[in-house]
């Protein structure tokens, strides 16, 4: 059975508040105000970067996930990437052009 390797957070503080601004925006009670403004903001919800940099995460959260390093980073949208595909099917269905691939 495959096990994922275990990486260790090199900049705990900073990742704990991403990793907090992620799981917020996906919280049952603000998903439907975040697929909203991608939505509005004709952003791709699997863009990362992009989401974070036009401010949808959160004010400071670009900045903050531009102070972690490259593991960290990669854990951050590895947990991104993780929790958009667990939305709900209806509320992906609702906003297709925020969820389809170009």
Do not use: W
């Not at 260790?8 to 503080?13: F, M």
């Not at 508040?17 to 009670?29: G, L, N, P, W």
């Not at 939305?87 to 925020?98: E, G, N, Q, S, T």
């Amino acid at each position: 059975m495959y096990e994922q390797a275990t990486i260790a957070v090199t900049n705990a503080p900073v990742f704990g508040a991403v990793k907090q601004s992620i799981d917020t925006a996906f919280s049952t009670a603000k998903i439907s105000d975040f697929l909203k403004g991608l939505q509005s903001s004709k952003l791709r919800i699997r863009e990362f970067e992009e989401v974070a940099e036009a401010g949808k995460l959160g004010p400071s959260t670009a900045a903050d996930y531009k102070q972690l390093g490259d593991g960290d980073q990669g854990m951050i949208r590895e947990h991104y990437l993780t929790a958009l595909e667990q939305v709900d099917a209806a509320l992906r269905a609702r906003y297709l052009k925020v969820y389809a691939y170009y």
